[in-house]
């Protein structure tokens, strides 16, 4: 336990599963008290009576704002403080369509999770993170940057929260410092909640094609995310942190 994570609290949205649980792992391993929020109520269960007694758990859906501002109202009550709010809570489903016939409730409800939500949890989320001169460190994505076809809605969402992150440390600033991580691929099949779980769908080829050698690891997210809410990050406020094994800096052309 480090000096710097004693008595300290994060919240972790999507902590139930994927990369949200290996930040979560990451936190209480630190010595943080670490809540997580997470739709998947099974996944809540598993992740928070493996991780006990350092991490405990909600099912919430982070689109829903009565249920968010309940969720802080039970940290505020329990904890008395909020240090940290890593929104890490998304969907990314296939589109399977181009976007002249992209339905608008599919739309309406990628941008509901992943943009509305990560607002709505730092919304509710301030008044505890002022009182402690607490940190936010969003989830975005390298799709924030570059697209494959078909993917609009996920990666408008993704995009708002690149610009949300910068607005809100403008906003919220010097008492509060916010910060993004965009992640590439980062695998995530052995770290979902066990009926679902396998493993790692990555073959000698993916690994080679990114400049480091390898995909990606919850652990590296996690890594990261734990210096930004510590206070060797106190310069560091409004950025974008790519995380991707250099693939976003790789030019590629057919050959």
Known sequence: MTQDSKGRVALVTGGGQGIGKGIAMRLAADGMRVVIADIDAGAVEETTSELWPRV??????????????GLL???????????ALITCAGIATPEAAPVERLELDYWNRMLAVNLTGT????????????SCNGAIVTIASTRALQSEPDTVAYSASKGGIVALTHSLAISLG???RVNCISPGWIAVDDWRKSDQRTPAAVSATDNAQHPVGRVGRPEDIADLTAYLISSEAGFVTGQNFVVDGGMTRKMIYAE
């Open 73 to 83: 109202h039970s940290i505020g009550s329990s904890f008395g403080r909020l240090d």
């Open 174 to 176: 010097p008492e509060i």
């Open 119 to 130: 607002f709505l949890c730092c919304k509710h989320a301030v008044p505890l993170l002022r």
């Open 56 to 69: 405990s758990g909600f099912s919430v859906d982070v689109a829903d704002e009565p249920a968010v501002a």
